[in-house]
C-alpha cells in the first residue's frame, strides 16, 4: 500500500496536481449543473454518428432494453469490458435467466465472474484475493493445474477470452466519459478487453450514467492525467478508446440510465457526488475500508463514495448506517482528483439520518451524553474506565451468545484488558 501510495505521489509530482484537480472540480461542476442540454447535445451528435440512443429511468428499465437489443441480434453470448453500472443493473444474472451467457473480460472482473463472487473496488475488482486464491479459482473452474503464477493465470484467462469474442453476439462496454460536442465515448482501460468487446462483435452497446457526460473533448486533458495518476499511478492508462460510432455492417447503442442519480441531483450537498470519476482513490486511503474490505458496504460501490451514493441511489433508508463507516479523518477529500468533499457529504447524510428518526433513538442520545459527561470530568472518566475495563474483564471471561449482542459478539473477540490501567501503572511507578 504504502509503495503503491509513494508510486502515485511520483506520477502525480509530474504535472500540476492541485491546479488540474481545481480545473477538474470546476468542469465536472458544469457539466452537472448543464447535464440537460449536455445530454440533449451528446444525443444528437451521437445519433449523427449513425448510433442508437436508449434513455433508462431505472435499472430495470435498461436491463430489460438492453436483453431486447441481445435477443433482436440473435446473440447468445455478451462480452462484457469493465463496468460498475453493469453491476448496478445485476446484468450477468438477467441475462443468465434470458439464456444469454455473460463472460466478463476483464482480467479481475473475470475472476470474481468464475468464483461467484462481487467485486470489491470499483478499478480492482478481485483486490480482495491472492494469486493463490486465483491459482484455486482456475484449478476448480476451469480444471486447469494449480498455478499461482500471475503470468501464466493471465495467459490462460485471455486464450479462453480470445475465443468467446468471436463467438459472442453482442459485445458490451461501460462508458468514462461521453463527449457533448462530438457525441463520441471514451473508454479507458488497461487490458485491451474494453476495445476488443466493443469491435469485435457485430452490435456495441455502450452502457453509461447520466453523470458521464462532459462538455468538450479538450477536456480530456485534464481528466485523463488525473484518472490514470489517482487510480493506478500511472501516466496515462494504457487503451484510451474514442468509439466514434458504429463501423460498417455494424451496430451501436448507447443506453443512458438514471438508476437513481437524479436523486443525487435534485439534493444541493450530495450534487458533488456526480463529479465522481470512478477512479477508487478514496476507497485505497480510508481507513475503514482498508480494514472491512468492498463486500461489506453491500451494494456495488465501497468506500467513501460509496457511502455517500449508495442511499441516495437505492432510494431506501436501509443504508443509512453507511455514512456513520467513516473515521472523518479527510483522508478521502485530499485523495480525490476532482476535489469532492466527501467528509462534508458524510456529514450531512449523518444529520440527515438523525433528523428523519432512522438514527439518534433515546438509547443512543443517553449514550452520547453520558459519554460526553465521563469526558468532560476527570473522576466521571476514571470511574468509566475502571467500570468499563470490568466489563471488558467479564465480557472476555464469559461471550455473550444471545440476543442482539450475542450476534454481534460472534464475529468478535472481546480484547481482554491489561491488569492495570496505564494511569495506575503510572501512579505505583511514581
Ligand atoms: S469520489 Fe473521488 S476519489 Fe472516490 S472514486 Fe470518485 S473520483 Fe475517485
Known amino acids: ?71 433482436d441480434a440473435g446473440a447468445e453470448s455478451v462480452v462484457k469490458g469493465k463496468s460498475m453500472l453493469s453491476e448496478e443493473l445485476e446484468l450477468n444474472e438477467r441475462l443468465r435467466v434470458a439464456g444469454i451467457a455473460a463472460v466478463e473480460t476483464d482480467l479481475g472482473e473475470f475472476i470474481v465472474q468464475l468464483a461467484g463472487q462481487k467485486p470489491t473496488h470499483v478499478i480492482a475488482p478481485a483486490a480482495h ?51 457533448a460536442e462530438s457525441g463520441t465515448l471514451v473508454v479507458v482501460e488497461n487490458e485491451g478487453n474494453g476495445g476488443l468487446s466493443a469491435s469485435v ?70 450534487r458533488e457526488s456526480l463529479y465522481c470519476i470512478r477512479c477508487g482513490a478514496c476507497m485505497n486511503v480510508c481507513p475503514v475500508y482498508r480494514r472491512v474490505g468492498g463486500g461489506a458496504y453491500g451494494w456495488v460501490y465501497p468506500g467513501p463514495i460509496g457511502a455517500v451514493v449508495t442511499g441516495a441511489m437505492l432510494g431506501t433508508q436501509e443504508a443509512s448506517d453507511l455514512p456513520y463507516a467513516s473515521t472523518l479523518c479527510g483522508a478521502c477529500k485530499e485523495e480525490c482528483p476532482v476535489a469532492i ?49 470490568t466489563a471488558l474483564a467479564i465480557g472476555a471471561a464469559l461471550p455473550i451468545r444471545f440476543g442482539a449482542l450475542g450476534r454481534w459478539m460472534r464475529a468478535r473477540a472481546i480484547p481482554k ?7 495506575e501503572w503510572w501512579a505505583r511507578r511514581s
Request: hydrophobic share 45%; net charge positive; aromatic share 6%.
Open 1 to 71: 500500500m504504502q509503495r503503491s501510495l509513494e508510486h502515485k505521489r511520483a506520477a502525480q509530482a509530474q504535472v500540476p496536481w492541485a491546479a488540474l484537480r481545481a480545473q477538474a472540480h470546476a468542469l465536472k461542476k458544469d457539466a452537472i449543473e448543464h447535464l440537460g442540454s449536455l445530454l440533449a447535445e451528446f444525443e444528437r451528435n451521437f445519433i449523427a454518428r449513425g448510433g442508437t440512443v436508449i434513455w433508462a429511468r431505472t435499472a430495470d428499465e435498461a436491463a430489460e432494453r438492453f436483453i431486447r437489443i441481445c435477443r
Open 129 to 179: 484475493l491472492s494469486r493463490q486464491d486465483v491459482g484455486r479459482i482456475f484449478e476448480r473452474e476451469l480444471k486447469m493445474p494449480y498455478c499461482d503464477d500471475p503470468q501464466k493465470l493471465s495467459l490462460a484467462a485471455r486464450t479462453l477470452l480470445r475465443e468467446r469474442y468471436l463467438k459472442a453476439g453482442v459485445g458490451m462496454t461501460g462508458v468514462n466519459f461521453a463527449i
Open 201 to 270: 462483435p457485430p452490435v456495441h452497446i455502450a452502457i453509461m450514467g447520466i453523470e458521464k457526460v462532459i462538455r468538450r473533448v479538450a477536456d480530456l486533458d485534464v481528466f485523463l492525467p488525473l484518472l490514470a495518476r489517482a487510480g493506478t499511478g500511472q501516466k496515462i492508462t494504457t487503451y484510451t478508446h474514442h468509439f466514434l460510432g458504429p463501423e460498417p455492417g455494424k451496430r451501436q447503442y448507447c443506453i443512458i440510465v438514471d438508476a437513481g442519480r437524479t436523486n443525487l441531483l435534485a439534493d444541493p450537498v450530495l
Open 341 to 389: 468533499d466527501l467528509p462534508r457529504q458524510l456529514l450531512y447524510l449523518r444529520a440527515s439520518a438523525v433528523e428523519s428518526g432512522a438514527k439518534g433513538g433515546a438509547l443512543e442520545r443517553s449514550a452520547i451524553r453520558r459519554f460526553a459527561a465521563a469526558m468532560s470530568d476527570a473522576k466521571a472518566y476514571q470511574r468509566a474506565v475502571s467500570l468499563l475495563r
Open 417 to 423: 484488558p491489561a491488569r492495570q490501567s496505564f494511569r
